[in-house]
């Protein structure tokens, strides 16, 4: 009795070293290094710098090596760090018609200028579990053969979605240059701008999204959507520094975009035209690039003159429950205890019920008496008839 | 890790390499103008940039960001869940407050200038000295009955409160009273319809009027709101069913408390329950009254 609520600091530093020694696992193996898990482990790296919001594939390894391979866990440790960063400023818009590629596929086009390039991916694997995997790589007989160096495509390659719109074919993006809002920032309120939209559909958790786009292909805000392009690869991040009047070149990022080519829209006086989603993700996320795309367009249906009707389409209800960080912490405060209003709601309850009792047991003893008082209504009434007989007799 | 909750009240300084309380003092500002807002208008809710904390969304980083926005070097802090300093959670964010800021914590409630609290409200009347911090899942009010976020705004923009009347009034022909044990919904200062947090309905009155500042801080939905010292919190209810707390035919099994809210333990196979006080530090203070009256009494008879 009382125990249970007492000693919590023992009770968690005792917890904390059991996790600890639950992570390393049996000490007869060599310990997993950051090293081997950024290298190794490179599209469960790309998720968690993706919903983690921050590039910096060291970090997000360390997470999944301290979160044992638990991806939205390794994602919050991510970004509890990322909120003590000093933030100087905003980056140049990511110029992706010059990214290096090494991965570009149009479902459009038989081909397209820049050519198709597969690049590495499961696709085509046939998913039949590897055994030799199980073997260490000597045994093997060492290192797979080094991938053939396809001819990547370089320089300036233009997007499938410019080809059309060089014949007017789908819509021209609305080009907005005021300051986009910032989701860390401000809370954001709704309606939303495209912008915040995709900014937190861009770190919105992956399943979730999954599920939305896949539910608008089954008919919950149907669109068809074509692939239009999906390019992987490296582009520049460059910032402009006030000091030096001049941008800047920081660094490169692998990153994934998708532009989505949809059913056209249009109306008497608006000649039809496809529309279109975006998605983009750091690294090879590419499942999760294509469903924001489809879930970025499900969300435009104001802009279409669309109906509302299905959840991928209700902008609140998608960007208030996209964040994994928010979601698992508020899902999983139910282990926290709730003593308290447990216990208003056992008195409630219990108060309810006597109540309800008392007054059933009113009802029956009420009605009781009357049947009583009716049987003894007619035991009087036999009585005198009988009576009567007797004295007609 | 076990150096983390080290002696709460010894103080060694704040955790090299982050900022005093953990964030830095342009969001500290960024939050204190949400409270100064917060506090012009009592019960509304402020959005503000709610940072992601090193503790999960959910568990109470509303809370601890207000605290760490408002506490300074010479604070003393006292951290309850569910009424008790002990509960893991409880002592996780005090540790954590220790460990950014080395400030003094305490477990009794009269030392404390800021209490951050879920779930209950201190059985001990705080004074105008002290503030106290509550974490908040939930900030609307009506979310049960208006899930819509940009609507129910509407509905406060106009006060028009009429959706929870209607919901207590079914509560009343459907179950013979109001149907609410906890988060019982409040009007504040006559205007803002407010989610007092999940604190049972037994510590709504503690609420009006109250000498100390409270502050609502709600992390996940992005919301701080507040109760200035000395306003009106309203319980609502009808003429003909005034708003009632729990009581209970039990007194507390430690301390023989008859007036503070009563934790139901079970405490064998049988199913055999004792009650106890959810305050531990009130249940404490009590016992320690009782024993230093036994010993007068004791000391009176030689």
Known sequence: MYVAVKGGEKAIAASCDRLATERRGDTDLAELSVAQVRAQMRLAVDRVMTEGSVYDPELAALAIKQAQGDLVEAIFLLRAYRTTLPRFGYCAPLDTVRMQMTRRISATFKDVPGGQVLGGTYDYTQRLLDFSLLADAQARGGAPAAATQAAEPAGVVPRVSSLLADEGLIEAPAIDMSEPADLTRAAPRYPASRALRLQNLARGDEGFLLALGYSTQRGYAHNHPFAGEIRAGGVAVSFFAEELGAEIELGEIEVTEVEMVNQFGGSKEVAPQFTSGYGLAFGGAERKAIAMALVDRALRADEFSEERSAPAQHEEFVLSHSDNVEASGFVQHLKLPHYVDFQSELELIRRLRAEIDAR?????????????????????????????????? | ????????????????????????????????????????????????????????????????????????????????????????????????????????????????SIVQTRHRVPETPLTEKQILVFQVPQPEPLYRLEPNRAEARKLHAMGDYGLMQVKLYEDITRFGDIAHSYDYPVLVNGRYLMSPSPIPKFDNPKLNRSRALMLFGAGREKRIYAVPPFTEVKSLDFDDYPFGIEKWPQHCALCGARDSFLDEVIIDDAGTREYVCSDSDYCHQRRDLNESAADDSEGGVV
Do not use: C
Request: glycine share 10%; hydrophobic share 40%.
């Open chain 1, 360 to 393: 059933i047991e009113t009802e029956k003893a009420a009605e009781k008496a009357a049947g009583e008082a009716a049987a003894q209504a007619k035991s009087l009434g036999a009585d005198a008839e009988k009576r009567i007989e007797e004295g007609a007799a």
């Open chain 2, 1 to 112: 890790m076990s150096a983390v909750f080290d002696s709460p009240v010894q103080s060694t300084g704040p955790l090299a390499g982050y900022n005093f309380a953990y964030l830095d003092e342009a969001t500290k500002r960024m939050i204190r103008r949400a409270i100064l807002k917060a506090v012009a208008l009592p019960g509304h809710q402020v959005p503000f940039g709610s940072r992601e904390m090193p503790l999960p969304f959910g568990w109470g980083t509303g809370g601890i960001q207000v605290t760490a926005s408002i506490i300074g070097a010479d604070d003393t802090l006292k951290v309850i869940d569910q009424g008790s300093d002990e509960t893991t959670n409880a002592v996780n964010i005090r540790g954590f407050f220790h460990k950014v800021t080395a400030v003094a914590t305490t477990t009794d409630t009269t030392r404390a």
